[in-house]
């Protein structure tokens, strides 16, 4: 299962994903996905307006949890 998933596979502390200058590790991703998604409403649907990438894969990931 773990092989489909290959976000669960990458080396602790790797560079997953770019926010502005900075590169952010799949742990500090997975930390903001889980800190938005306690804070969202919990409603069955919702819009993500967010113009940058990475944030909208935050906050997309967000609702998914």
Known sequence: MAASLALLTHT????????GQHIIT?????EAVLHLSKNLP???FAVNLC???????VAFAAALV
């Open 51 to 57: 113009n940058d990438r990475y944030w909208f894969t």
């Open 26 to 30: 799949r742990e500090q991703f997975l």
């Open 42 to 44: 919990d409603k069955r």
């Open 12 to 19: 602790p502390g790797a560079p997953f994903a770019w926010a």
